[in-house]
């Protein structure tokens, strides 16, 4: 079944930085453009960054522009989020997932928590 196993969350002073990685399973995940999203509390989940099947393409949510940057490495089935100058209002839990659907539905991993606090 498809799977999404995020990790590299955590708590972080204003500043500062993490790396996000999502490991995904039970689709062919070269096929399929990988999204990032988050949730903060009390708020809508949103898109954060998107990259397109080969790389070649990467959008970003205005909020994180010049400070975020996804990748993935498609012979291991993984995507990655670098967040850089972390600021308080880019606390949430981070999830990936596919843009749009796969294997007939929209599937989501447990996310994974970045807490931006002095």
């Known amino acids: 079944q498809v799977e999404f196993v995020e990790s590299g969350g955590g708590l972080v002073q204003p500043g500062g930085s993490l790396t996000l990685s999502c490991v995904a399973s039970?689709?062919?995940?070269?096929?399929?453009?990988m999204t990032w999203y988050r949730q903060a509390p009390g708020k809508e989940r949103e898109v954060v960054a998107a990259i397109t099947r080969a790389s070649d393409r990467t959008t970003y949510a205005d909020s994180v522009k010049g400070r975020f940057t996804i990748s993935r490495d498609n012979a291991k089935n993984t995507v990655f989020l670098q967040m850089n100058s972390l600021q308080p209002g880019d606390t949430a839990v981070y999830y990936c997932?596919?843009?749009?659907?796969?294997?007939?539905?929209?599937?989501w991993g447990q996310g994974t928590q970045v807490t931006v606090s002095s």
């Open positions: 997932s596919t843009l749009g659907m796969v294997a007939g539905g929209k599937y």
């Open positions: 039970g689709f062919t995940f070269s096929d399929y453009v």
